[in-house]
Structures are given as C-alpha cells and as structure tokens.
C-alpha cells in the first residue's frame, strides 16, 4: 500500500464527521461566513467585494458538497457541469444583519 493510499484509508473516518458536522450546522457555517465577509469587506473598503464574494460563495459550495446537499444536480458530484456550487453569489457587498 503506497503512501496516499494509507493516507486516504486514515482520512476516511474523519471526512463522514466532518460531513455530519456539515449537515448539522451548515446554516451556521453560512451565516459565519457572511458575517466575515462582511467585515473583511467594510475593513477594505469594498475595494476587493468581489474577491469576496467569489471566495463566500466557494466556500459556501465547499461546505455544501461536504454535507452532500448537492445530490439533485445532474454533472459527477451532483452539480451541473461549469456550474457554480451554491449558485452565483449576488453582486455587492454582503447584505447587513
């Protein structure tokens, strides 16, 4: 058994917490990573906004494919080919809460 492969056999339980930890607080995650969103753009002066919000909405995806909540789309992985995970994030800074 190579390296990887004993790497991967080791990471195997710790990716299905992850993925439970995933589906139970993913509106939390969410909710975080707008919120530092949001500071990161105030502190920048919107000068990086859509940086930022390129970078929530893959984060936001990310998270989404570890809880596995992609599972209705079409493409491997349950997304649809070139798509966005999540969806396209809206132009601007993030909304205020």
Do not use: C, F, W
């Amino acid at each position: 058994m190579g390296l990887l492969d004993n790497l991967k056999a080791k990471l195997g339980p710790a990716k299905g917490k992850v993925s439970d930890l995933a589906q139970q607080h993913g509106d939390k995650i969410d909710r975080s990573l707008d919120k530092v969103a949001r500071t990161v753009d105030e502190k920048t002066k919107g000068k990086y906004s859509d940086r930022i919000q390129t970078g929530t909405g893959k984060a936001k995806g990310a998270v989404d494919r570890l809880a596995h909540k992609d599972d209705e789309g079409t493409g491997p992985g349950g997304t649809t080919p070139g798509a966005t995970p999540g969806g396209t994030p809206p132009a601007g800074p993030p909304p205020a809460s």
